[in-house]
């Protein structure tokens, strides 16, 4: 993958960061070694847990492959 074909970062089944690029770095404006200690709700405003909830519910199930999600 190149460009926007790439993700900006991989998580892990547990929720947690496993991969960041350099744009989920810049954007986040946190260090690559800070993020890969947190879990995606971390970061996420917290009326929209139970979205993510939700979603990784799905993906977890096989009902979905993957998951794109635009946050505030």
């Known amino acids: 993958m190149t460009g926007f074909d790439q993700p900006a970062y991989v998580l892990g089944p547990d929720g947690r960061f496993v991969w960041v690029n350099e744009s989920c770095v810049e954007l986040l404006g946190r260090p690559a070694t800070e993020l890969l200690w947190l879990h995606f709700q971390d970061l996420t405003h917290p009326d929209d847990h139970a979205g993510d909830r ?10 979905v492959r993957w998951l794109r999600v635009d946050e505030r």
Do not use: C, E
Not at 54 to 63: C, D, F, N, T, V
């Open 54 to 63: 939700q979603r990784i519910g799905q993906l977890i199930a096989g009902k």
